[in-house]
């Protein structure tokens, strides 16, 4: 299976605001995709600079055609909503990966 995992660095001061984006613009899309399964969403425990917070969302693909077709439509628009919202006191970064079995 194929997880994106998308770390957001965001400055401390935006972390509810943040939270609240997630939980109403970026999870629902990502579900009405039908794409994923449920995501989870972690705080990152390293801190990469002082006044930062590192969120990092889980999405496991069900459908790897329809999660790319989101990553690069969908999840664009939304990545300019961000840099629109917060500009430069927050990045993010999609790792693809893929569950090895053991």
Do not use: K
């Not at 770390?7 to 943040?18: M, P, Q, R, Y």
């Not at 449920?38 to 999405?59: F, G």
């Not at 989101?70 to 006191?89: I, M, P």
């Amino acid at each position: 299976m194929t997880v994106y995992n998308t770390t957001f660095v965001i400055h401390s001061v935006l972390e509810a605001d943040f939270i609240a984006w997630l939980r109403t613009v970026y999870l629902p899309s990502a579900a009405a995709s039908g794409a994923f399964a449920r995501p989870t969403v972690m705080r990152v425990l390293t801190r990469i600079e002082p006044d930062t917070e590192s969120i990092a969302v889980q999405l496991p693909a069900t459908d790897s055609a329809g999660a790319d077709r989101w990553l690069n439509e969908t999840a664009a628009l939304l990545r300019d909503d961000l840099h629109a919202r917060w500009g430069n006191r927050m990045m993010f970064f999609t790792t693809p990966m893929e569950t090895v079995e053991l």
